[in-house]
């Protein structure tokens, strides 16, 4: 008897990692994993999206500083979405809007100190 027979059992019934194309009998090993190149569309969109993105500092202590950071915000022309995150301090703004207005109007509202920091 081979030693060697023993360390690999192969069933040979098994084909769960193989597949049949629709055009050949052959079967083809099919890797358990895929891997696609990204879309130059997603890419553009993702691009879109930083573009459009506005980032501000604003002091904010609790959740009534929160929801007026929020209500000054709301009804500007072109924004689309807004985050707000309490433990870093940032509130980010997409959409197509001047941050030197949303600044202004931010400070003259909240009347919270806030800091501009990134617009496209």
Known sequence: ENPLSHSLA?????TSFYTTSQTSTA????????FE????????KNEKKDED?????VDMCC???KEKVRKSLKGFPGLESIDINMDEQRV?????????????RMRKKCSKR????FAP
């Not at 079967?27 to 895929?34: G, H, Q």
């Not at 980010?92 to 202004?104: F, H, I, M, P, Y």
């Open 63 to 65: 959740d009534g500083c």
């Open 37 to 44: 190149m990204p879309k130059m569309e997603e890419e553009k």
């Open 53 to 57: 993105k506005v980032v501000f500092k």
């Open 92 to 104: 980010t703004v997409q959409g197509k809007v001047d941050a030197n207005k949303l600044l202004e």
């Open 27 to 34: 079967s083809v090993y099919t890797p358990p994993y895929s």
């Open 10 to 14: 192969i069933d040979p019934a098994d």
């Open 114 to 117: 806030t800091q501009l920091l």
